[in-house]
């Protein structure tokens, strides 16, 4: 799966007011797939925002994966401010088309300004219209509930999580014409180290 965004560049807006997003900043913020020459530049965002993680290894080897990962990146004041990655995933034993979301990153100086928010919906946009049906995220229920996700049970993350993570695994219905999804979730090579999924 490979999404085309339509435009080189776009400017986020919505259609409904979201207490997430600060209305003055939306104008500021621009979205774009990321570009070879913006590696430095997402590569110091991640040392910025996760001093006591170290997320590079995942992201380097994301942004080799070619079309089936999409890396958005935001803009605000000529600087990059923000990064997500969506990456093409599976259900085993189904051909349902499925997405995980992360990692998420935001410049600290830009935080809670609405750019990490402004930055997936425009990728969960994207999802949508290349008619993907599900979107999964392992993180914080009270960060992601603003963009509809729920805890899921019902496919369960391809490692088994500590019990206090339960609610962390959730996922988010882009097609509500279709039931939901069963089964056990397939990551491509990046994301199959157990220690990006536990504490």
Request: negative net charge.
């Amino acid at each position: 799966m490979s999404l085309d965004l339509g435009l080189a560049c776009i400017r986020v807006s919505f259609d409904c007011c979201d207490p997430y997003i600060d209305e003055d900043m939306i104008e500021k913020i621009k979205t774009r797939k990321s570009l070879p020459n913006d590696v430095a530049s997402i590569e110091k965002l991640y040392w910025d925002a996760f001093p006591d993680e170290d997320l590079l290894p995942l992201v380097r080897e994301l942004q080799r994966e070619g079309p089936s990962v999409i890396s958005l990146v935001g803009i605000a004041d000529k600087a990059l401010v923000g990064h997500v990655v969506f990456t093409t995933c599976s259900i085993v034993g189904r051909t349902d088309k499925v997405a995980l979301l992360g990692p998420l990153a935001v410049a600290p100086a830009w935080q809670r300004q609405g750019i990490g928010s402004a930055i997936v919906r425009v990728g969960l946009r994207g999802l949508e219209n290349a008619d993907t049906n599900q979107v999964y995220v392992l993180g914080d229920p009270a960060y992601y509930r603003r963009f509809g996700f729920e805890p899921d049970d019902c496919v369960t993350p391809p490692y088994h999580l500590p019990e206090e993570w339960r609610g962390a695994w959730q996922s988010l219905n882009l097609r509500s014409d279709k039931p939901p999804l069963y089964g056990k979730f397939s990551v491509p090579q990046p994301w199959r180290k157990q220690a990006l999924w536990a504490p």
